[in-house]
C-alpha cells in the first residue's frame, strides 16, 4: 500500500466526487430506460417505437454500468485505503481535523482552514486556525511514521 500524504488525502474528495456524478447519471439512464414513450401535446407517439427506445435505453444503461464499474470500484478502493489510514491515527483530534479538512469537503473542495477551526474550535479566530494547521501536520508525520 502507498503511503497517505497530504496529494492523495486531497484527491478523496475528488473521487467522492467523481462516484456520486457517474452513479447518478447511472440513476438516470436507468430511470429513462424505464420510462414510457412520451406523446406529443396532440396525443400522438413520437417517432420510433417505446420498445426500440426501451431497447437502446436499456443497452446504454448497461454499456455505462459496465464502462464506470471498475473505475467506481478503484475509486472505492482508494477511499477505504485513506478512510483506514486516518482511522488508524490514535489522536481523535488529528483524525478529526483531517477528515473534515480532506473527506467533509462540499461539492469538490476542501474545507478552508477556517472552516475547519470553527467546526473543531467552535471559533475562528487565528490561534485557533493555526492550532488547526499544527494538528494538521502532526497528523501527516503521524501518517508517513506509520508506513516506515
Not at 430511470?31 to 413520437?46: F, H, I, L, V
Not at 454499456?63 to 489510514?85: H, S, T
Not at 487565528?126 to 503521524?142: C, F, G, P
Request: hydrophobic share 35%.
Amino acid at each position: 500500500m502507498e503511503p497517505v500524504t497530504k496529494e492523495r488525502l486531497a484527491r478523496y474528495i475528488s473521487l467522492k466526487k467523481e462516484n456520486e456524478n457517474r452513479l447518478e447519471r447511472l440513476a438516470r439512464m436507468k430511470s429513462n430506460a424505464e420510462m414510457p414513450a412520451q406523446r406529443d401535446p396532440d396525443g400522438s407517439k413520437r417517432t420510433g417505437s417505446s420498445g426500440e427506445r426501451m431497447a437502446r435505453a436499456i443497452e446504454a444503461y448497461m454499456e455505462y454500468e459496465e464502462q464506470i464499474g471498475p473505475l467506481v470500484d478503484a475509486n472505492r478502493r482508494e477511499m477505504a485505503e485513506i478512510e483506514a489510514a486516518v482511522a488508524a491515527l490514535p489522536d481523535p483530534l488529528e483524525r478529526e481535523v483531517l477528515r473534515l479538512r480532506y473527506m467533509d469537503g462540499e461539492h469538490c473542495r476542501m474545507l478552508s482552514w477556517r472552516e475547519v477551526a470553527l467546526r473543531v474550535y467552535d471559533d475562528d479566530d487565528k490561534k485557533y486556525v493555526d492550532s488547526a494547521m499544527r494538528v494538521h501536520r502532526v497528523a501527516l508525520e503521524a501518517l508517513k511514521s506509520r508506513v516506515k
